[in-house]
């Protein structure tokens, strides 16, 4: 069964632009949750979509933005981007139905983000 | 606004030691917390969990330990390997609520010496 699949894995831009990250959950998986990680702040959620809606949104601005498509991947956007935005994104899948088990949270191996 | 923390940000022990990685947690709505595991270059691997119900969990080699009256979390690694050398992440959330959002900790460097 193929993991969580991240694409790209490392780029680089520069301030101003916008990126596009993409995930492929596992299949059959319906809930799909986008993370931040950088060495000042760790690991910060950054959104969660279920069924092509947004359940949850974590406490970024609105140059973060994300969708899910009718087969269950997910995009995430950055518009003008910044220096503070150089991160691994990492994306995590799971089956939940009504009650979340983390214990069905995979992640994927991230798309690095360098902003110069 | 609440968070999960660590008490030590880097650990170095021995082959064959048991190591212990401890993670404070301040969120009393959170009843489900988990201990991922990420190597170099590589997302978090989950580990194991454990349930605001108990007080402990084992896995293989792994034991999670919850103190919910202190508010505080460990995992022990028994017999730590080589392979155990990566920084462990301990997460909370909150399963009643509707979405499925973790607040990690900062993490804990461990550093396993041959």
């Known amino acids: 069964k193929a993991g969580v699949t991240q694409t790209p894995r490392y780029l680089i831009k520069t301030r101003g632009q916008q990126v596009t990250l993409s995930c492929s959950p596992i299949s059959g998986h319906r809930s799909v949750s986008w993370y931040q990680q950088t060495p000042g702040q760790g690991l910060q959620f950054l959104f969660e979509?279920?069924?092509?809606?947004?359940?949850n949104k974590g406490n970024f601005p609105g140059r973060f933005s994300g969708r899910q498509f009718s087969n269950s991947r997910s995009e995430m956007n950055v518009s003008t981007l910044e220096l503070g935005d150089s991160a691994l994104y990492l994306c995590?899948?799971?089956?939940?139905?009504?009650?979340?088990?983390?214990?069905?949270?995979?992640f994927g191996e991230g798309s690095r983000l360098t902003v110069l | 606004g609440e968070s999960v923390g660590l008490h030590l940000p880097t650990l170095s022990v021995q082959e064959g030691d048991n190591s212990i990685i401890n993670c404070a947690y301040s969120n009393s709505a959170s009843d489900y917390f988990i201990w991922y595991k990420q190597e170099s270059g590589k997302g978090p691997q989950f580990i194991i969990d454990?349930?605001?119900?108990?007080d402990k969990r084992q896995g293989q080699r792994v034991t999670v330990l919850l103190n919910k009256t202190v508010k505080h979390l460990s995992l022990q690694i028994a017999a730590t390997q080589p392979g155990d050398s990566a920084v462990y992440f301990c997460?909370?959330?909150?399963?009643?609520?509707?979405?499925?959002?973790?607040?990690f900790g900062k993490g804990t460097k461990l550093s396993v010496i041959p």
């Open positions: 997460a909370e959330t909150d399963s009643g609520a509707g979405s499925y959002q973790l607040t």
């Open positions: 995590a899948s799971s089956y939940p139905a009504t009650r979340p088990r983390a214990g069905e949270l995979f």
């Open positions: 979509y279920f069924s092509e809606t947004q359940r």
């Open positions: 454990i349930r605001s119900n108990m």
